[in-house]
């Protein structure tokens, strides 16, 4: 059985930029959910995705959207990128019903 | 905002002591989840308690759920150094997109 698995481990953009993060959940798991932890801080939910579509919404802008894909794996993708957006990106996937997540490593984000 | 605040911020003991964190909530929860992080990696699910249950136990883990305070604790017993990382509890309001709401972490320094 694979984890969650992220990729790039880290990126750096500029601001004004688009950026796409992405994941893939651990096998068998058809909901992922993503995150972001600011530094020295907690992770804050972002959203979730089941069968494709969304599925629970925390509170970020429009400009924080997402994907899932048929092989359940996932895309976040951040359009207009701000200073404060710099954050480890952290993505959770588990199977509908189950309550335990399981996370990815993250993707740190440094926007300058 | 964060659901969840954890007590004390940070805590620094010798490795073989016992090491405790608090955690309170502010609304009704379906149950309550610690995680631990290393070094700014993914979360790694410790242990899930519900709202029903007033103590766990894992290995040298040990949690307790108060839901008249809304509270839980999470005692490790026996610290070891491996045992260094961010400590996080994080509650499951049950609604549907199993959004978790995290405090903003213990950080624990066991010294050797």
């Known amino acids: 059985e694979t984890g969650v698995t992220q990729s790039p481990t880290h990126l750096i953009k500029t601001r004004g930029q688009q950026v796409t993060l992405r994941c893939s959940s651990q096998?068998?798991?058809?909901?992922v959910s993503w995150y972001q932890q600011a530094l020295g801080q907690g992770p804050q939910f972002i959203f979730q995705y089941y069968r494709e579509e969304e599925n629970g919404r925390g509170n970020f802008p429009p400009r924080f959207s997402g994907l899932q894909f048929p092989n359940y794996s996932s895309e976040l993708n951040v359009n207009a990128l701000e200073l404060d957006d710099s954050a480890l990106y952290l993505c959770?996937?588990?199977?509908?019903?189950?309550?335990?997540?399981?996370f990815g490593p993250g993707t740190r984000l440094t926007v300058l | 905002s964060q659901q969840g605040e954890e007590d004390p911020q940070a805590l620094s003991i010798q490795e073989g002591e016992n090491a405790t964190m608090n955690c309170s909530y502010k609304?009704?929860?379906?149950?309550l989840q610690w995680y631990r992080q290393n070094s700014g990696r993914g979360l790694v699910h410790l242990i899930l308690?519900?709202?029903?249950?007033r103590e766990k136990h894992s290995g040298r883990l040990r949690v307790t759920l108060d839901t008249s305070k809304k509270s839980s604790s999470l005692l490790i017993t026996a610290s070891r150094a491996a045992d260094t990382a961010s400590y996080f509890c994080?509650?499951?309001?049950?609604?549907?997109?199993?959004?978790?709401?995290f405090g903003g972490g213990t950080r624990v320094l066991v010294k050797p």
């Open positions: 994080a509650t499951d309001l049950g609604a549907a997109g199993n959004k978790l709401t």
């Open positions: 308690i519900r709202s029903n249950e």
């Open positions: 609304t009704s929860i379906n149950n």
């Open positions: 096998s068998g798991h058809n909901t």
């Open positions: 959770a996937s588990r199977s509908v019903g189950v309550t335990e997540q399981f």
